[in-house]
């Protein structure tokens, strides 16, 4: 349940003071932003006052018998506008002022006399408010003999009095467009609206054109409904026969609702909002509808509050909380033995995330989420983000249905990158973007973010013990972001201080004339070339160098620190790199090479020598190529695989469109209707997609029981299938198989390199 009770203050809490039977006979509050105030009236003439200024709550009991010398008997209670004066109406029609701050003990006499009948005609309700032609503060009362009297609290004396037809229940204050009403509700249930004061009209004079035995006829609103004004400024109102709460926005000029919600049986009081609705039915129950989550009023589901820890409580009013958050509101409930608080137990925001989740994060529900609540479907979307990141126990399916929302509303990328990084979680937009990339290649700004969140999960990576395989992955992936789109001039110095090796190779490979000093000056600032983790990818960088590029000391400065990590390389094909570019320098006259050739060729022949398949050393890399596919194996024993297991020519989407004529209204499917079509294209760009077009590492599976991983050794592609032979024997197969041509028994799909049994030499 969303909503909860506690207790606020309850009038046993007098001690003492109190006796059995006490109970609270009356209340008026004043409610604003961030400011409440309310002071109950109990049967015993105590005044419970509680106010709460921003989160600070206090309570506060007096007694009139020590404030007033004579035996009074208040039976109502109002307050000013200004907060500023307490006015309690007495049984006999008398009414005692009692300031805030400095209690004024004097009481005010009715202007009618001390007539016998009139000490019989007891109060039922009242209000005070400001009059905005005289600023004077006026109370407004009616009794049980149907009498409305108007008193100038500024002169103590009666204004004006209205005599109803029948007994009056209640009186409240409404006011619209700069003119005031007094919402009358009798004990047969009906209600008026009569006019109080107008923009053009004082009281008096407003009042005096009110015929008193025609108020019913002229000023009764509709017999049906039972309306409520204190609403955060909406009128609803009850329809008893339909059980539905009507939201308007005028009572002096009723028009159709603006909503209508379907209520519990029997409710009697309702309290409107525009995120929740509380309704009170008989027997006091309390039932709460969080009415912004549902764009169809006919879906409201109404939520009992349970009630089971306080002890039974009759329900007098609700008093609204205005805080100005953006929080679920919350109300105290007046009860005859105090104050309870309707609480939420969660917030707004955690509530919509939930919600979205049971929708799939539809736009469309959030955008009526957002109507609902009147708030911005962008500024909202970045706030429930924010939120989820904050969440220790956020999901990746929350995070990644809102990235995919935040994408459908079309929200700034710098915004949600900005959201993203304040929580390090930018890389979560790696699978969108890189879908992004993919369909607008040119757009530098999308290639940025892309590599910013590349560089965030790196950097979460690293905070990480015994990384390497992610940080290995993740190299890979970068690498081919880089083989594919055009990176900033910014890039390079990134990629430089993470020691990602390759990803450096690949911009070498794309400008080496451009890049070869930055890169060869980092270098060169490094302590120790050993400590490096990637000597691999080090010495691909090398061996890409445009040494022209640099000038003669700095050439030699790194060809010296090349010779000290010569004793590190064990693998043929980082010597064989060495060697090429020391024997492409000597070629060039770069003298200062000479001994790195001479070195590398010496430790070149004692890495052959002393290897026991010398005489089968084959340092040409294997090639095969099928209809559409091609694989190779490199020198370090790695398979790689590129295209795909199709015959015939393997069109992409830029070629076909080539192909057609232009201006030519044919279809490559001129039987197909137009749905059909566009499905067929949604499926060829998928395809498309999911072609390796970048040769991509053959994975094989892992030797049961050996940390040292298979070697390739040769691979041969055909149409539908591939084949891989490592060095110690083992064959490896992997492809469409339509016809069985993988060799593992059946015709099924292989889709992963598959080992087949049987003995195929070494």
Same mark, same amino acid.
């Given at each position: 349940?969303?909503y ?9 809490a ?16 004043i ?15 105590? =005044?419970?006052?509680?106010?709460k ?41 008398e009414?005692?002022?009692? #300031? ?6 004097f ?17 039922? *309700? ?8 005289? $600023? ?10 149907? @009498? ?7 002169? +103590? ?21 700069g ?33 008193p ?26 329809n008893q026969?339909?059980?539905? @709460? ?12 603006q909503?209508?919600?379907?209520v519990?049986?029997?409710?009697? =009081? ?16 309390? %039932? ?12 409201? /589901? ?51 995330a ?25 500024e909202?979307?970045l ?9 220790? $126990? ?9 990235i995919s929302?935040? &994408?459908?509303? $079309? ?28 369909? !607008?290649p ?6 940025? %973010? ?13 905070q990480?013990?015994? $990384? ?22 910014d ?5 430089l201080?993470? &020691? ?12 080496? @004339? ?15 070339w ?9 010495? /691909? ?43 492409? =320098? @000597?070629?060039? *006259? ?21 290897? /026991? ?7 040409? #890399? ?13 020198? !370090? ?30 279809? #490559?499917? #001129? ?18 997609a999911?072609c ?15 940390? +040292? ?22 064959? &490896? ?5 339509? &016809? ?23």
């Amino acid at each position: 349940m969303s909503y909860k009770l506690s207790v606020a203050a309850k009038i046993d809490a007098l001690g003492e003071q109190s006796s059995d039977g006490e109970t609270v006979l009356d209340y008026t509050y004043i409610s604003e932003e961030n400011f409440l105030l309310i002071i109950l009236l109990t049967s015993k003439g105590h =005044l419970l006052t509680y106010y709460k200024t921003g989160k600070n709550c206090r309570s506060e009991i007096t007694s009139l018998a020590e404030i007033y010398s004579e035996w009074v008997e208040p039976v109502v209670i109002a307050l000013t506008k200004d907060a500023s004066v307490v006015v309690l109406i007495l049984s006999n029609g008398e009414i005692l002022l009692l #300031p805030i701050r400095c209690l004024m003990d004097f009481s005010i006499e009715s202007a009618a006399g001390r007539e016998e009948k009139m000490c019989f005609r007891f109060p039922t *309700s009242a209000f005070c408010f400001t009059s905005a032609s005289t $600023n004077h503060s006026y109370l407004v009362y009616s009794n049980k003999a149907g @009498v409305i009297s108007v008193v100038d609290l500024h002169l +103590r004396r009666l204004s004006t009095q209205l005599a109803a037809n029948e007994s009056i229940h209640g009186v409240e204050l409404y006011e619209e467009n700069g003119s005031k009403y007094i919402l009358v509700t009798q004990y047969t249930g009906f209600q008026v609206l009569i006019p109080l004061e107008t923009l053009d009209l004082s009281v008096r004079e407003t009042l005096a054109h009110i015929i008193p035995s025609q108020i019913s006829s002229d000023y009764q609103l509709h017999s049906g409904l039972k309306f409520f004004n204190r609403n955060a400024g909406f009128v609803c109102a009850i329809n008893q026969k339909t059980s539905n @709460v009507e939201i308007y926005d005028s009572i002096a000029q009723l028009k159709l609702p603006q909503q209508m919600y379907k209520v519990p049986c029997s409710t009697w =009081l309702v309290y409107y909002s525009p995120k929740i609705i509380v309704a009170i039915a008989e027997s006091n129950r309390i %039932f709460v509808n969080l009415h912004f989550l549902m764009s169809d009023p006919d879906q409201t /589901k109404f939520l009992r509050v349970e009630t089971d820890s306080l002890d039974p409580i009759n329900i007098l009013g609700i008093v609204p909380v205005i805080d100005g958050s953006e929080g679920l509101e919350e109300c105290l409930l007046v009860t005859i033995t105090g104050l309870v608080w309707l609480r939420p137990q969660r917030n707004t925001v955690s509530l919509v995330a939930e919600f979205l989740g049971g929708y799939y994060f539809a736009v469309d529900v959030f955008n009526d989420i957002s109507k609902n609540l009147r708030l911005d479907p962008k500024e909202f979307c970045l706030t429930i983000l924010r939120s989820v990141l904050k969440s220790e $126990n956020r999901s990746t399916y929350d995070l990644d249905g809102l990235i995919s929302l935040a &994408f459908e509303l $079309n929200l700034e990328m710098e915004k949600l990158m900005e959201a993203l990084n304040e929580y390090h979680q930018a890389d979560l937009l790696l699978p969108f973007l890189s879908l992004k990339c993919e369909k !607008e290649p040119a757009d530098a700004t999308l290639r940025q %973010f892309l590599f910013n969140a590349y560089m965030t999960k790196l950097w979460r990576i690293n905070q990480q013990e015994d $990384n390497w395989k992610e940080k290995e992955a993740l190299e890979y992936e970068i690498k081919h972001f880089l083989i594919k789109f055009d990176s900033t001039p910014d890039v390079l110095s990134v990629l430089l201080k993470q &020691f990602l090796w390759s990803c450096v190779a690949v911009l070498l490979c794309r400008d080496a @004339v451009r890049h070869s000093l930055p890169v060869a000056r980092y270098l060169l600032e490094l302590p120790s070339w050993r400590t490096t983790s990637n000597l691999d990818g080090l010495v /691909k960088c090398l061996s890409f160098i445009h040494w022209p590029s640099l000038d003669a000391s700095l050439g030699q400065t790194l060809v010296n620190k090349t010779i000290n990590i010569l004793p590190n390389l064990c693998s043929v094909t980082q010597l064989r790199m060495i060697m090429d570019m020391a024997e492409m =320098l @000597v070629k060039k *006259s770069f003298e200062f090479a000479l001994p790195l050739y001479i070195i590398v060729s010496i430790r070149m022949l004692n890495i052959v020598s002393e290897s /026991k398949e010398s005489q089968n050393v084959d340092l040409q #890399p294997k090639l095969s190529s099928g209809s559409n596919c091609s694989a190779a194996v490199v020198d !370090e024993g790695q398979a790689l695989f590129w295209g795909d297991f199709s015959a015939g020519n393997l069109r992409l989407k830029n070629e076909e469109t080539r192909k057609r004529k232009k201006g030519s209204l044919a279809s #490559p499917h #001129p039987n197909s209707s137009p749905l059909k079509q566009q499905k067929r294209s949604q499926i060829n760009k998928s395809s498309a997609a999911s072609c390796v077009l970048i040769p991509k590492a053959v994975v094989l599976p892992k030797p049961s029981g050996n940390t +040292r991983e298979y070697e390739a050794k040769s691979v041969q592609c055909g149409t539908e299938h591939a084949l891989l032979l490592t060095t110690e024997g083992l064959l &490896f197969s992997w492809g469409r198989n339509r &016809f069985g041509q993988c060799g593992v028994g059946n015709d099924k799909e292989v889709d992963r390199p598959t080992l087949l049994q049987g003995d195929w030499g070494e």
